[in-house]
């Protein structure tokens, strides 16, 4: 019985301890008058006083014999859980409160200094548009650099977000925001650098894009998909971009033939590959892509049957060559049966 009362007691003085401390913390929160801060200390002093005597009374009882037994702390231990899961729940609805009000703010300050979770508080200053306060919590208390960068970029705080990506090492992203500053020297700086690790990693197409859609250098662009094209990188989607970008026909007519020229034959069947798109995209570029066609196949079919049947793909309306390409793949078939 003795046991139990000295638990009440405890437990009493331990929440009107919390208590207090809610309220000086509420005080601190919202900006309360000196004297209204300096009642709340007292009485937090007052409490503190009752507790301390408190806890000599259990040291006396420990003395003479009669500890707090188990079943007593595990009781003590329940209520405080419950205290703590009730006060919690009542900060979630504060801050859920001043959400609905769209006052994002005092909802941060809610998550931050009362629940502890600074990330929360951060993601609510973003959601409110607080950029510049959320980068702070991100970089400050949760080391997080690329939520900061993104709020900083948000904030339009262009060169505070520039510093923190060059330190994640996002070039592209570094060249982006140059270029928003309309920094094009040190944009196209970073620019390069993305263009030389996407060629280190033969991905040309993608280093032909940063040069044509970032740094408008269109004729760089073709250069690296010619030299993807001639050093066998990603041959046949070098080669595939290099001809989309041509928008003069005639000059395009002109590539497909040169190209052709210096095309080894090992490499043939790729560059037949790669006209058959040519072949549809105009008339004109029909009578070129076609005639390249019959001399690839002519040079190929010798050990490589099969390639027989690209010659639809040049003849889409001529039924005459569809059964030309049946009967001569019929005789094939009884020639190696005999």
């Known amino acids: 019985m003795n046991r139990q009362k000295f638990t009440d007691k405890f437990m009493a003085a331990f929440f009107i301890l919390v208590i207090i401390k809610i309220i000086g913390i509420f005080a601190q929160l919202f900006h309360q008058s000196f004297w209204s801060v300096l009642g709340t200390l007292a009485i937090f002093a007052i409490v503190a006083f009752i507790i301390f005597i408190v806890l000599l ?19 003590s231990s329940y209520v405080e859980t419950s205290l703590f899961d009730r006060i919690r729940n009542k900060y979630e609805d504060l801050a859920q409160k001043y959400l609905d009000e769209n006052d994002y703010k005092k909802a941060a300050k809610v998550y931050m200094n009362l629940l502890r979770d600074n990330y929360r508080g951060a993601k609510t200053l973003e959601e409110g548009g607080f950029y510049n306060e959320a980068a702070v919590i991100y970089l400050k208390k949760l080391k997080n650099k690329s939520e900061a960068a993104n709020c900083y970029e948000k904030a339009k ?32 700086t970073y620019y390069q650098m993305v263009v030389d690790d996407y060629v280190d990693n033969n991905q040309m197409v993608k280093g032909s894009l940063i040069y044509r859609k970032k740094m408008e250098m269109p004729d760089e662009a073709q250069k690296i998909l010619l030299k993807g094209w001639e050093e066998d990188r990603d041959a046949f989607n070098c080669l595939n971009n290099y001809f989309a970008n041509i928008f003069d026909v005639k000059k395009l007519d002109q590539q497909i033939q040169e190209l052709y020229k210096k095309t080894p034959s090992d490499k043939k069947v790729t560059y037949l590959e790669a006209i058959k798109y040519e072949f549809k995209k ?12 019959y001399e690839i196949i002519a040079e190929k079919v010798a050990t490589r ?30 020639m190696f049966r005999n």
């Open 57 to 75: 009374r259990l040291e006396d009882k420990e003395k003479t014999g009669n500890p707090l037994g188990r079943k007593g702390g595990g009781g």
């Open 305 to 334: 049957s099969e390639i027989v049947n690209e010659l639809k793909h040049f003849n889409p309306d001529d039924e005459v060559i569809l059964k030309d390409i049946s009967r001569y793949k019929t005789g094939r078939n009884r």
């Open 157 to 188: 705080q262009y060169r505070k977000a520039i510093d923190l990506y060059k330190e994640l090492e996002q070039k592209e992203k570094v060249g982006d925001l140059y270029r928003q500053i309309n920094d094009i020297k040190n944009a196209n």
């Open 282 to 293: 105009d008339p004109k570029l029909q009578n070129t892509t076609r005639n390249i066609a």
